[in-house]
């Protein structure tokens, strides 16, 4: 999924949910992350997160 910087976190974490067939969920309930670290023993989607290439939700 991409998103830009012109995109606001609830549209961007509504777009993910009704990828993942969450439709029933609601946005308000999810934040969205991004975790940075320089840790190199970090797995990929770790490494990528860092990067801004891949983006975490949790659930409040």
């Known amino acids: ?34 975790i940075l670290s320089d840790d190199r023993s970090k797995s990929e989607d770790q490494r990528a997160m860092a990067e801004g290439r891949l983006m975490h939700t949790s659930k409040r």
Do not use: C, F
């Open 1 to 34: 999924m991409q998103v830009t910087s012109q995109d606001k976190a609830p549209a961007v974490i509504r777009k993910a949910m009704d990828k993942h067939n969450l439709e029933e969920e609601e946005p308000e309930d999810y934040e969205l992350l991004q």
